[in-house]
């Protein structure tokens, strides 16, 4: 007595009695991914059907090609296991040993309820490890200032020299352009509010007191972090990558004193002149709005700028700038120092510098506003 089954792909399967009684499933044709890539689900459930019978004789005599994916396609259906009674090719054979051989797969994690918990510890941990790292790296370089002040033959004059002209000479272009825009936007916007109230004259306290103060540095400092910030960041990485740093290390010389310190300086000299670039443009393009909507001459902006805006808040934004800028360049040569041997880091690390630099100028900005609240305010 015999059941012959539908041909799936060009696997055949036919399920026969034998001369002693036993039932027989007999399997032939190819199995073969490209054969049965369409009935793949399919099968697997007819095959696990056929498994559930222990006294089932299976037969693979009658396949002739089968690769890894036919082979654990009835590996699977076995249960991972051989059934009782089986009969192989010798190349077959091989094929079933081998799989015999690999390891069972993992047990599933157990469902941690207290992650939260711990991936909130984590991060804290992870917090105040770059917050130690970054205070020991500071503290290194002050040693590294008060050595050279005793040594002024090795200051690095020239990186400090590179470094003043990558971060601040060639950031002049952009930060100009994005400081004008802010400009027009700001200065378009308030003139239309102050329109109303026919308090025109205002616009130039409103321009002076948000760009010189405010806007001026906190523009330049974001786009200096994203700027330069990265390039620190990423010059440090590809020299890890690269194994220079290695090299200087085998050589004696150590990474704050010729890497860290001619870039926290560069930038701390060159932050504030950027912020008063900036901050120059910024207010250009808000006169020429003011001049354009309001009928304000550029003489009289810029004769009642002094009046409205108090010396102080110059001196503040500048001293943000200084700030900020010594932050920016600790922060990029701290992650940059951490980066390891591969691209991966490479790339995270300099977008966790990125983003941790933005948020460090946001913080120092608002200290900034709490300590000084009354300082260049009639």
Same mark, same amino acid.
């Given at each position: 007595?015999? /059941?012959?089954?539908?041909?799936?792909? %060009?696997?055949?399967?036919?399920?026969?009695?034998?001369?002693?009684?036993?039932?027989?499933?007999?399997? $032939?044709? !190819?199995?073969?991914?490209?054969?049965?890539?369409?009935?793949?689900?399919?099968?697997?459930?007819?095959?696990?059907?056929?498994?559930?019978?222990?006294?089932?004789?299976?037969?693979?005599?009658?396949?002739?090609?089968?690769?890894?994916?036919?082979?654990?396609? =009835?590996?699977?259906?076995?249960? $991972?296991?051989?059934?009782?009674? #089986?009969?192989?090719? &010798?190349?077959?054979?091989?094929?079933?040993?081998?799989?015999?051989?690999?390891?069972?797969?993992?047990?599933?994690?157990?469902?941690?309820?207290?992650?939260?918990?711990?991936?909130?510890?984590?991060?804290?941990?992870?917090?105040?490890?770059?917050?130690?790292?970054?205070?020991?790296?500071?503290?290194?370089?002050?040693?590294?200032?008060?050595?050279?002040?005793?040594?002024?033959?090795?200051?690095?004059?020239?990186? @400090? *020299? $590179?470094? =003043?002209?990558?971060?601040?000479?060639?950031?002049?272009?952009?930060?100009?352009?994005?400081?004008?825009?802010?400009?027009?936007?700001?200065?378009?916007?308030? %003139?239309?509010?102050?329109?109303?109230?026919?308090?025109? @004259?205002?616009?130039?306290?409103?321009?002076?007191?948000?760009?010189?103060?405010? #806007?001026?540095?906190?523009?330049?400092? @974001?786009?200096?972090?994203?700027?330069?910030?990265? *390039?620190?960041?990423?010059? #440090?990485?590809?020299?890890?990558?690269?194994?220079?740093?290695?090299?200087?290390?085998?050589?004696?010389?150590?990474?704050?004193?010729?890497?860290?310190?001619?870039?926290? @300086?560069?930038?701390?000299?060159?932050?504030?002149?950027?912020?008063?670039?900036? %901050?120059?443009?910024?207010? =250009?393009?808000?006169?020429?709005?003011?001049?354009?909507?309001?009928? =304000?001459?550029?003489?009289?902006?810029?004769?009642?700028?002094? /009046?409205?805006? &108090?010396?102080? !808040?110059?001196?503040?934004?500048?001293?943000?700038?200084?700030?900020?800028?010594?932050?920016?360049?600790?922060?990029?040569?701290?992650?940059?120092?951490?980066?390891?041997? /591969?691209?991966?880091? #490479?790339?995270?690390?300099?977008? !966790? %510098?990125?983003?941790?630099?933005?948020?460090?100028?946001?913080?120092?900005?608002?200290?900034?506003?709490?300590?000084?609240?009354?300082?260049?305010?009639?």
């Amino acid at each position: 007595m015999s /059941d012959q089954l539908p041909d799936l792909g %060009s696997l055949l399967l036919r399920r026969v009695t034998g001369e002693d009684g036993a039932p027989y499933l007999l399997l $032939a044709g !190819n199995c073969t991914l490209a054969v049965l890539e369409q009935r793949l689900q399919a099968l697997s459930a007819e095959l696990a059907g056929y498994a559930a019978d222990p006294r089932l004789h299976w037969d693979l005599t009658g396949i002739e090609q089968m690769d890894d994916a036919g082979a654990v396609l =009835l590996w699977r259906a076995w249960g $991972a296991r051989r059934p009782q009674h #089986l009969l192989l090719r &010798p190349e077959q054979e091989r094929l079933f040993n081998r799989l015999g051989k690999t390891p069972p797969l993992p047990a599933p994690p157990a469902r941690d309820l207290l992650w939260p918990v711990t991936k909130l510890g984590g991060a804290v941990f992870l917090l105040w490890e770059h917050l130690t790292g970054i205070v020991i790296l500071a503290g290194q370089l002050l040693l590294d200032m008060k050595y050279l002040a005793a040594h002024p033959a090795r200051i690095p004059w020239r990186e @400090i *020299s $590179a470094n =003043l002209f990558r971060t601040g000479a060639q950031a002049l272009g952009i930060t100009a352009l994005v400081g004008f825009l802010i400009g027009v936007v700001l200065s378009y916007l308030s %003139s239309k509010q102050l329109q109303m109230f026919g308090a025109d @004259i205002f616009i130039i306290n409103i321009l002076g007191m948000s760009i010189i103060r405010e #806007l001026g540095p906190m523009l330049a400092a @974001i786009l200096v972090a994203g700027r330069s910030g990265s *390039s620190m960041t990423a010059q #440090l990485g590809v020299m890890r990558v690269t194994e220079e740093l290695d090299a200087l290390t085998v050589m004696g010389i150590p990474h704050s004193l010729r890497l860290v310190l001619p870039k926290v @300086i560069g930038l701390g000299i060159a932050m504030p002149l950027v912020v008063l670039w900036t %901050s120059a443009i910024a207010l =250009l393009g808000g006169m020429v709005v003011a001049e354009l909507q309001l009928g =304000l001459s550029y003489h009289f902006f810029l004769h009642k700028l002094p /009046d409205a805006v &108090p010396l102080a !808040n110059l001196w503040l934004g500048l001293g943000k700038g200084v700030v900020c800028g010594m932050i920016i360049a600790l922060i990029a040569c701290h992650f940059g120092l951490r980066i390891k041997s /591969d691209t991966e880091s #490479l790339g995270a690390g300099t977008t !966790n %510098s990125v983003v941790t630099a933005i948020t460090v100028v946001i913080i120092i900005d608002a200290i900034f506003a709490v300590i000084f609240s009354d300082v260049g305010i009639k």
